[in-house]
């Protein structure tokens, strides 16, 4: 969004309140320096100050914050073209918008309310006082969607967008240039980032087999036979790679890939109401009131390319991983090891 326009109208509606910076500045309840940003097209104020300083000045968040730009195409950060009618969030990379669309059973809960807009004929209708803003993150760890709530409020570009997405799909979209950063896990000796790319660990946790308590934690050879129905992954993602090799090492064939989940919290949900097993990792397993087999500790890390390390959105995220507020809650995650979370690699 071109920022001049929203400073010209702002800094109009001030003047003709007859208003200095700081009067504007104690009615809005932000501070002089937000106001004054503003006004110099430096700063898009979050969703909740652009509310008040838009009622401070007796106008609307549209009318003083709406985008004069034609509307963006959605681009999406992990598979094909939104569909139309999709409540999504959105950032902005390299000039184009990105976005991140909810299923329908999350649009219509709570997690619905953080969205950013709604797709319209393949373009972003952004929401009033909304902004594509943020660094895009794309992965799978449960904690993703803890440093994305926590950074929700963050002003201007220094929240997140987190994408739910494998590690395959991950290194994917940022390769084709569609996210920031991506958070991926594996054997830690398999972790190995092109050139040019900072990382820091996040967790480790144990990857395996959630297992219904009625089976009484089934063999490997038992699952893999089909003898219990087995809700697999996208083989893109890290924890079916472990059952593959698991499967290797034990001679035995491939199971049939009849139930294939999205996400490590839907494997496990199916596995319950089916009472057979999921490829998961241990802290969804333990959540979710299934049993575990554990087939490898995996390390989970976020990795930045160079030219992306000093986005606002990374900056703040990078620095939330060593703080209390993110580390008391990420630790209540069941089977889930912080040492050493937030440091360099």
Known sequence: MNAEPIAQRVRAARTAAGLTQEELA????????????????????????????????????????????????????VGGRPADGALVRAGRLDGGVLVRAFDPPSAISGV?????????????????????????????????SIAEGLLEHAPGDERIVGVPATTGQSLTALAAGRCHAVLVHGPRRSLKPEPGVQRWHLARWRSGFATHPRLARPSLEALLAGEFPLVQRDRSAACQQAVERAARRAGAPRAARTRVAGGHLAAAQEALALGGAAVAIEPVAMATGLEFSELETHDVELWVPERWSGHPGVRSLVDLLTTRRFLERAGALPAYDLTDTGAAR
């Open 26 to 77: 104690s009615r809005a309840d932000v501070s002089r320096a937000l106001v004054g940003a503003v006004e110099r097209g430096r700063h898009m104020p979050a969703a909740d100050a652009a509310i008040r300083l838009a009622v401070a000045l007796g106008s609307s968040v549209e009318r003083l914050f709406g985008s004069t730009d034609p509307a963006p195409a959605a681009r999406a950060v």
């Open 112 to 144: 619905g309310a953080s969205a950013d807009g709604v797709v319209a004929g393949g373009t972003v209708r952004l929401f009033a006082g909304a902004v594509a803003r943020g660094a895009v993150v794309a992965g799978c760890d449960p904690a993703l």
